[in-house]
C-alpha cells in the first residue's frame, strides 16, 4: 500500500517518510525511531551525538561553496500522535502506518499518518543524504516527546549545538512563516470513590458519542468542531435534570493534545424513567445532527441497555461531577487584542476516565500570554477542587516570543517571494511549537518555523499534500543556499 508513496515527487522526500512510517515511534518510546536514524547517519558517514534526555543530533559539513555561511540548525520532532477510528484495528506499538495517495493526498488507512511531524524529520534526511544540494553546515536536531509535553526540548542540552539559526520545520500551512506559538501545561484533576449497589428497580444503559471529526487541541481549537465530552455531559446534564441519575463509568477521549472524538458513559436510573430517557436521546441525536453538520458531519449518539449489572456513584456525587465537567471551559477562552485573528488563551477538555470509582480528568491549556494561562488553570482546578479532587499541573512549557526582525526572517520571506512571487504569511500561532522551548536554552538563536501543508493533524483525518510537499521542498532548498555569511 505505501509503496505508492514512494514514487510520489519529490521522491527524496517521500521515499524517507515511508522508510520512517515503517518504524513505530510513538512519544516516550522513540528508541527505535532513534536507533533508525543513527543507522542512517552511519550509513551516511555522518557524526552523531546525543544528549541525556535522548535528543539526537546529526552532523553534516557544509558544501564546499558555502563553507563561509552560518551554520543551520534543522529541528523536527521524531514521535507522532497515536488516534485511530474506532472500526480500526490497528497496532501502533508494533506496526508500521499503512499509506495510500488518494489524488493531491497522501492519507493513512484509518489512523494518524505521521506527517506531523514525519515530513519535517524526511526533508532534513533528504538533504543530509544528498551530495547535490548546496547548504551549509547543517546541525540537524532530532527531538523527542514533543507530543505529550515537549520533554526532549525542556530538557535538551545547552551545549549540543552551536548554529546560530534555526529552522523548524512542523509549521503546517505552506503559505505561512511562524515567528511564534503559545505555551502550555498539562492539568490532571483525580479523585477516588466509595461505589454503592445498583438499586433493585435500577437499570444501566451505556451512550456512546462517536463520528466526530477531531483535530488538533491547538490548531483547530477554534474551528467550532465538536468535543465529544463536552457534548456527551451536556446531554448527561439534560438527562439528570428530568430525573435523577447515577454515574457508574465513564470513557472519553484520548490524547491531551488531540480534541475529543468518542466518549461513552454507563449510568443508571429507574427503569420507570426509560422512555423519558428515549425521547431525550432522540431529540439530541436529531438537535446534534443539525448542530454539527458543518464540522462533524458524522457525529452519532446512540444507546444500549446493559444486562450486567455495574455500581454507581452516590446521586449527589454524581450530580456534582456533572455540573463540574460542563463549568470547565473548553475550546476559546480569550482572542488575542494584538493579533487579528489569533486565539490567545484555550483549553481542551481532553480526557475522562472513571473506572472502578477511580476519576481521572486531563485538560491540556494554552496561551501565548503567561499570566492568562495562570489564570485559566487556576479556574480550571478550583472547579473541580471545589468537589473534592486533587489538581495537579505538570508539563508546563513557555511560549515562544515573536521577533518580527528578524535576519533570518527577512531572508525567508526574500526567498518566498523569489520562488512564488508573492508575499508569505507571517504568523503567530496558537499551538505548541518547540522553538520557545529551544530558545530558553539557546537565547541568541534566531529562529522560524515553516512546512508543507498537513490538515487533520492529531486525528485518523490527517492528509498531507502532494503538491504543498513538492512547493515546501523547493522552499527549504532556496533557505538553505540563501543563509548568510558569517559574523566575525
Not at 559539513?61 to 497515536?82: A, G, K
Not at 544528498?130 to 542540552?157: C, Q, R, V, W, Y
Amino acid at each position: 500500500m505505501s509503496v505508492e508513496v514512494s514514487n510520489v515527487e519529490p521522491k527524496e522526500v517521500w521515499k524517507n517518510f515511508v522508510l520512517l512510517n515503517e518504524v513505530p515511534r510513538p512519544s516516550k518510546k522513540e528508541d527505535r525511531v532513534i536507533e533508525f536514524l543513527i543507522s542512517f547517519a552511519t550509513k551516511n558517514n555522518l557524526m552523531y551525538k546525543q544528549d541525556e534526555i535522548g535528543n539526537l543530533v546529526i552532523v553534516k559539513d557544509s558544501t564546499p561553496d558555502m563553507i563561509n555561511r552560518e551554520t543551520v540548525v534543522l529541528q523536527s520532532h521524531v514521535d507522532m500522535v497515536h488516534e485511530k477510528n474506532n472500526d480500526v484495528e490497528f497496532d501502533f506499538l508494533n506496526s508500521g502506518i499503512k499509506m495510500y495517495v488518494d489524488g493531491d493526498w497522501v492519507k493513512a488507512d484509518g489512523t494518524t499518518l505521521g506527517a506531523d511531524n514525519g515530513l519535517g524529520v524526511a526533508a532534513i534526511m533528504a538533504i543530509l543524504e544528498s551530495n547535490e544540494i548546496s547548504h551549509p553546515k547543517i546541525e540537524a536536531l532530532f527531538t523527542i516527546d514533543e507530543e505529550t509535553g515537549m520533554t526532549g526540548a525542556l530538557n535538551l542540552s545547552g551545549t549540543i549545538l552551536t548554529g546560530k539559526i534555526l529552522l523548524n520545520l512542523d509549521t503546517e500551512e505552506d503559505d505561512e512563516i511562524c515567528v511564534g506559538c503559545a505555551g502550555g501545561i498539562d492539568i490532571t484533576m483525580s479523585k477516588n470513590y466509595l461505589l454503592q449497589e445498583l438499586k433493585e428497580d435500577d437499570i444501566n444503559v451505556k451512550i456512546l458519542l462517536n463520528g466526530l471529526t477531531g483535530g488538533h487541541s491547538g490548531a483547530d481549537i477554534h474551528k467550532g468542531l465538536g468535543n465529544s465530552n463536552k457534548i456527551l455531559f451536556e446531554l448527561i446534564q439534560k438527562v439528570n435534570s428530568d430525573f435523577d441519575i447515577k454515574i457508574c463509568s465513564i470513557d472519553g477521549g484520548g490524547l491531551r493534545n488531540a480534541i475529543p472524538r468518542e466518549s461513552s458513559v454507563i449510568i443508571s436510573f429507574d427503569k420507570d424513567n426509560l422512555n423519558s430517557f428515549k425521547k431525550i436521546i432522540k431529540n439530541t441525536s436529531q438537535t446534534l445532527v443539525v448542530e454539527f453538520k458543518e464540522t462533524d458531519d458524522n457525529i452519532n449518539l446512540e444507546f444500549e441497555l446493559l444486562e450486567n449489572r455495574f455500581q454507581t456513584l452516590g446521586a449527589i456525587e454524581s450530580k456534582e461531577l456533572i455540573n463540574a465537567i460542563n463549568e470547565c471551559p473548553n475550546g476559546v477562552f480569550e482572542m488575542s487584542e494584538n493579533i487579528d485573528g489569533l486565539v490567545e488563551t484555550s483549553n481542551n477538555l481532553a480526557n475522562i476516565r472513571l473506572i472502578e470509582g477511580k476519576l481521572k480528568i486531563q485538560c491540556l491549556t494554552r496561551s501565548s500570554s503567561e499570566n492568562s494561562k495562570d489564570k485559566l488553570s487556576k479556574v480550571i482546578s478550583k472547579i473541580f477542587e471545589n468537589i473534592g479532587c486533587d489538581s495537579k499541573f505538570s508539563g508546563g512549557y513557555p511560549g515562544w516570543e515573536p521577533n518580527l526582525n528578524s535576519v533570518t526572517l527577512k531572508e525567508v520571506k526574500d526567498s518566498y517571494i523569489k520562488l512564488f512571487s508573492s508575499e508569505p504569511k507571517v504568523n503567530v500561532i496558537h499551538a505548541g511549537l518547540e522553538c520557545g522551548i529551544i530558545g530558553s536554552h539557546y537565547p541568541e538563536m534566531d529562529m522560524i518555523s515553516f512546512g508543507p501543508t498537513i490538515l487533520g493533524a492529531h486525528s485518523p483525518d490527517e492528509k498531507a499534500s502532494i503538491s504543498s510537499t513538492q512547493k515546501f521542498w523547493r522552499f527549504f532548498r532556496e533557505i538553505l543556499s540563501n543563509i548568510p555569511e558569517k559574523v566575525n
